[in-house]
């Protein structure tokens, strides 16, 4: 059984920086894409980065580019989202993603639809 579990999140205030995790466990990810998706209130889930574990490529919503930096540690399974200078319009809920898709071929494959496996989500909130 796929299990991702999120963890990190909390109370920041704007300019601050958070480390996201996410543990993934269940199956092998080695062909797997992870990503980090989020969702504000009254919103819809959008994408935020991504990294394929085959190549170790990453991508990045156009709004976080620069400040937020997607990483994964292999011997633990585990696949981190940096995120610095952080903004109000930054809050919302985090959720990590995995997509059985081996290497990246458009940016469909960064939509939430290609992802099969999510988390619970963890809160981060951005305090002006």
């Known amino acids: 059984q796929v299990q991702l579990v999120e963890s990190g999140g909390g109370l920041v205030q704007a300019g601050g920086s958070l480390r996201l995790s996410c543990a993934a466990s269940?199956?092998?990810?080695?062909?797997?894409?992870m990503g980090w998706f989020r969702q504000a209130p009254g919103k819809e889930r959008e994408f935020v980065a991504a990294i394929w574990w085959t190549t170790g490529s990453t991508y990045y919503a156009d709004s976080v580019k620069g400040r937020f930096t997607i990483s994964r540690d292999n011997a633990k399974n585990t696949v981190y989202l940096q995120i610095n200078s952080l903004k109000p319009e930054d809050t919302a809920v985090y959720y990590c993603?995995?997509?059985?898709?081996?290497?990246?071929?458009?940016?469909?494959?960064?939509?939430?639809?290609?992802?099969?496996?999510w988390g619970q989500g963890t809160q981060v909130t951005v305090s002006s």
């Open positions: 993603a995995a997509g059985n898709l081996p290497y990246y071929y458009s940016n469909y494959d960064l939509y939430r639809v290609r992802y099969q496996y």
């Open positions: 269940g199956r092998t990810f080695s062909s797997y894409a």
